[in-house]
């Protein structure tokens, strides 16, 4: 298949240089220059235009030489000064998720308790009785004041209740892990002060032994027969993800698990509505689902530069956060756990051989160090067991936020792409060391500086919708390592702005085997570009925090232009 790929560029190549030599008609479609265009070519690493035919590059250079090609059908973008950069390639985010939370309360960051109540109580409003109302991204962290009634260090149902007594309401924690529950919806689930804890999950009670609103883990599938009244059209779905893409300058998105059934769905919807940004899927679905639907789901895909289905996805563990990243060494803060596995090891060897076997790129979620190891263990384990030269698959590690001291090298040796997100790194980092202790943060928690200098090849991204899909704060976040509340999380870690640029870029591409096509500015390549309104290379720390997308290229075409243009 990448030798088909590479003969196929080649000759697009050739194609190119030949419609340019004659003239009239190989005239570019689009040129944008008067700006800083950085390739991510090594060897040309700036250049003062580019030329765009069709969906393809045709040429790069000096603007000069450049404007001289134009046609009378050639559009020309002066860019007055603004930054080009290579299409931007979120490496990890959720694409459904991101479009079904356009059309929920979005809750991202909001700063209070207080605040999502009045949010409700507006949509309460809007809504007719029985409406359900469905809200997600809020974060017990983000409040700077206390909910008025507290369990724990959450809140308690009664003030939502209170301004939504005939709408059940559910909302989805930040980082998808729990959901809060109105009065209404727990009484529609049928949940009281009898229902028992689920396996795997808690019920959060009051002090009176009452469910309290909200729902840990695997308890939130309690509310599940609430949310079936819920089901959103994906053709909208995906139109709200593929915009959001967009609008926040991504060309490509990573799509780090979806089920097998939910893919074939798609690629329906996509047959008939195109999408604009390219998507890039992992299938997550259980290895019956897998061994019935890979061979289906591979012959559509085949040759689409919009929709590919990249890899299979698991997860070896849990999150830091909720004590559920399975460790080497027992948590800190609970020397009683050391975290757990969360999918048998066996059922994660298999889904290996099923990459293997169709080719696919395999990638596991680790976050604990011992998740991490225990992942790169299995990794060589079936590479042994299938006399195959693993370190030229590329296989993943999803987040590998803790790695072990003595593991960090086995990255590079084993060829492994570490698929992490500078994001997480400064919104976890003002807990994180209370987790593990100070030491082995410093250690070990989200080591990019260590796992470049080692030649790992690091690609970035948000993890959307658990954070926004924006990718500037992971930009920001990578080579500042600065939390919200302004101090640095171990910023010895932090990696330069070029390096964050190709994390987002060429190593991103390399992230899913895309490189001969995406990641750079160069002739032959598709023609993706983000355009940002100040140079993500040069400004300060200060002016790179308000950096803004101004225009998003996808195939040539100008798919976004934000509003202030
Ligand atoms: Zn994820």
Redesign the pocket.
Known sequence: MSLNRLLWTAGIVILSLIFTACGNNGSPDLILHNGTIITMDENRPEVGAVAVLDDRIVAVGNAENILAMAGSATTVIDLEGRFVSPGFIEG???FTGVGVLRMQLDLLGIESWQEIVAMVEQAVAEAEDGDLILGRGWHQNDWTIEPERMVGDLPHHEQLSAVSPNNPVILTHASGHMRFANAYAMEMAGVDNDTENPRGGEIVRDETGAAAGAFRQRASDLLQSVGRSWSPDLAQVMRNANEESLRYGITTFGD??TSVSLIEQMIEVHQSNPLSVRLHLMVRSSNENLRDGLPRIAGKIENDPYFTVSGIKKAIDGALGTHGAWMVDPYTDRPETSGFNTTPLEEIYEAGELSLEHNLQMAV?AIGDRGNRETMDLYEAIWEAHDVDGTALRWRI?HAQNLHPDDIPRLSELGLIASMQGVHATSDGPWVPQRIGEERSRQSAYVWRSLLDEGTIIINGT?AP?ERLDPLPSFYGSVTREMRNGEQFFPEQSMSRVEALRSFTIDGAYGIFREHDLGSIEVGKLADFTIFDRNLLTVSDDELRDAKVTHTIVGGRVVYTSDDE
């Open positions: 990890h985010a959720h780090a698990g979620h999803e993890d658990v």
